[in-house]
């Protein structure tokens, strides 16, 4: 496992935890946080520590993969949220200390496919 897998776990065991001591001290100072899909970014481990504390709901994580290599990493989690299953693919870059400086996340929405490949498929 690389560094920056490892730091990508810890993350991801410290939010499980709620342990935000733990959560905020693998956070660069200027950490940035983006969600593409919603064109939302927080900047500052402050501000993104809040975002987390203060997410509604009862939530719990799964990690399904995690690959890193030299300074990023990537996971994939299951996320359960008042209920309801979901998936996270989140990117992450390191400096040189191994501090995260910028999550990258994308919260996809199941659909439906569109008809006529039914029969080369397995749904699940």
């Not at 733990?22 to 939302?40: K, N, T």
């Not at 990493?73 to 400086?101: K, R, S």
Request: some cysteine; charged content about 25%; overall charge negative.
């Amino acid at each position: 496992m690389t560094r920056a897998s490892a730091a990508a776990l810890a993350f991801w065991a410290a939010a499980e935890a709620r342990d935000w001591s733990g959560f905020g001290a693998l956070l660069a100072d200027d950490v940035v946080y983006e969600l593409p899909q919603s064109r939302e970014r927080i900047r500052g481990k402050a501000a993104y520590l809040r975002f987390n504390v203060e997410y509604p709901g009862e939530w719990h994580l799964t990690v399904r993969r995690v690959v890193g290599e030299q300074r990023q990493a990537t996971t994939w989690c299951h996320f359960v949220t008042g209920g309801e299953p979901g998936e996270a693919l989140t990117f992450f870059e390191f400096d040189e200390a191994g501090l995260i400086t910028t999550i990258t996340e994308f919260w996809p929405e199941p659909y439906e496919p569109p008809p006529g490949r039914e029969h080369l498929v397995e749904r699940f």
